[in-house]
């Protein structure tokens, strides 16, 4: 697989949804020149979240993530290109929007740490696991950016 195929999962979560975020939060990794992957609008069964957050397992907020994430539905999304793991992170900005710089998507659209409108795998391995729970295999598109050349060097 080339460097340029690394993949990651990012979530609209349901207040961005509710409040309308979702096109300019699509619009940042269209502009940026990352590759839609997949894409799908879904109202997760807390076992589902649960599942998707389980390294958060015991943490005092947990019950209420996952009430949050459950509240409605959510935009789950595939994003393909180099580094995006990385970089997908710092469009995110920080987990506390407080500390978000502006120009991060949570620096610029919210305020709180337990609204902060947007998930983005924090690595390589976990962007493998969540891509997995939340799509099948045949729901990854696979078609060539005509975008690729104008965008990459090589
Ligand atoms: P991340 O989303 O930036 O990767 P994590 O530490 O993995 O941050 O936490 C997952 C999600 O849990 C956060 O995005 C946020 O929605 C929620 N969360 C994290 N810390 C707190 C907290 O202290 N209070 C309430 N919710 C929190
Ligand atoms: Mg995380």
């Known amino acids: 697989m080339s460097c340029n195929q690394e993949q990651t999962f990012i979530a609209v979560k349901p207040d961005g949804v509710q409040r309308g975020l979702v096109g300019d939060i699509i619009k940042r990794f269209e502009?940026?020149?990352?590759?839609?992957?997949?894409?799908?609008?879904?109202?997760?069964?807390?076992?589902?979240l649960e599942k998707h957050y389980e390294d958060l397992k015991g943490r005092p907020f947990f019950n209420g993530l996952v009430e949050y994430m459950h509240s409605g539905p959510v935009v789950a999304m595939v994003w393909e290109?180099?580094?995006?793991?990385?970089?997908?992170?710092?469009?995110?900005g920080e987990?506390?929007?407080?500390?978000s710089k502006p120009g991060t998507i949570r620096?610029?659209?919210?305020?709180?740490?337990?609204?902060?409108i947007i998930h983005g795998s924090d690595s390589v391995e976990s962007a493998k696991k969540e891509i997995a729970l939340w799509f099948k295999p045949e729901e990854l598109t696979n078609y060539k950016s005509c975008a690729r050349a104008w965008v990459y060097e090589d």
């Open 31 to 48: 502009q940026k020149g990352f590759r839609l992957v997949a894409m799908k609008m879904q109202q997760a069964s807390k076992e589902h």
């Open 81 to 92: 290109g180099l580094n995006v793991v990385k970089t997908g992170r710092v469009m995110l």
């Open 107 to 116: 620096g610029d659209f919210c305020i709180q740490v337990g609204r902060n």
């Open 95 to 99: 987990t506390n929007p407080a500390d």
